[in-house]
C-alpha cells in the first residue's frame, strides 16, 4: 500500500499531544477525551491559563500526580489519577453535562478508530469490539465549540484512519475541524481534509497513499516540528 515504513518516522503518541497542546488558546475550557488525549495536559505550554474539564465533575485538573503521590479519590472520568489547580471545583454529573450539552466548553480533544472528510467522527466502536455504548463522546461532539482529534494515521495493520466516509458506528456528524496525526495536521472544512502540515521525512505522495480521501492543499503546508525526547 506504501512505499515507506510508517513507524520509522511516525510521531509517538507523546509528541502528537504536545503538538496539539500546542494550538490551545490561552484562557480555553477544554474537555480531553480517555485514553490518548489526556497526555495534552502534560504539555500545557507555560505562560497559558487553560482550564480541564472532565465528565465526572471537575472542572479545574492540572498534570498527572508522580507515580505514588497519587490520591485516588481524584480521578478523571478515564479513572486516571489527578492533580488540582487553585481554584478547581467539584460538581455532580448531571451538573457536569449541562456545561457540555450547554456550550461551555471551548474545546473538545478526542481520539478516534476513523474520521471521514465531512467531518464525522467513528471512535467508539470497531464492528463487535468496542465499549458498550457510546457515551458522553456523544454530548462533548455536539456541545463543545471545536472538536479536535488526536490519533495516528492508519490502524496497526496499515488501513487509512482518515476515509471518505466512516463505516463504524458514528459517534457525532460533521463535528470534527481539526485532525492531529502521527503524519500530519489536517483541517476538515467544506466536506475536505486540507493538509496543514506534515513530517519533513514524508512526501505528499506517501501522506496520499496512506489517506482514504484526497489530501486538498490551500496555501502553504509547514513542516510538522515536534520536540524528539518526548
Not at 459517534?171 to 466536506?191: Q, W
Request: aromatic share 6%; glycine share 10%.
Amino acid at each position: 500500500m506504501t512505499d515507506f515504513n510508517i513507524p520509522d518516522v511516525a510521531l509517538s503518541n507523546a509528541q502528537i499531544a504536545w503538538r496539539a497542546a500546542q494550538d490551545i488558546e490561552d484562557g480555553s475550557y477544554v474537555n480531553l477525551g480517555i485514553g490518548f488525549p489526556e497526555m495534552i495536559a502534560k504539555f500545557q505550554p507555560d505562560g497559558r491559563d487553560v482550564t480541564y474539564h472532565t465528565e465526572n465533575g471537575v472542572l479545574g485538573f492540572g498534570k498527572a500526580p508522580l507515580e505514588g503521590e497519587e490520591d485516588w479519590d481524584l480521578i478523571n472520568a478515564g479513572k486516571k489519577a489527578i492533580t488540582l489547580k487553585p481554584g478547581a471545583s467539584f460538581f455532580h454529573h448531571a451538573d457536569s453535562f449541562a456545561m457540555v450539552r450547554g456550550g461551555h466548553l471551548d474545546l473538545a480533544v478526542l481520539g478516534a478508530y476513523q474520521i471521514a472528510q465531512n467531518g464525522d467522527l467513528a471512535n467508539w466502536r470497531v464492528g463487535s469490539k468496542g465499549v458498550p455504548a457510546v457515551g458522553g463522546a456523544m454530548d462533548l461532539v455536539h456541545g463543545a465549540k471545536r472538536v479536535a482529534v488526536v490519533t495516528d494515521h492508519v490502524t496497526k495493520d496499515g488501513k487509512p484512519k482518515l476515509v471518505e466516509s466512516c463505516t463504524f458506528p458514528l459517534t457525532g456528524v460533521g463535528c470534527v475541524t481539526r485532525v492531529y496525526t502521527s503524519l500530519a495536521v489536517i483541517d476538515i472544512a467544506d466536506g475536505k481534509f486540507v493538509l496543514k502540515e506534515k513530517l519533513p521525512a514524508v512526501t505528499l505522495a506517501q501522506l496520499q497513499s496512506v489517506t482514504g480521501a484526497t489530501l486538498h492543499i490551500d496555501g502553504e503546508v509547514a513542516d510538522l516540528i515536534v520536540p524528539e525526547d518526548l
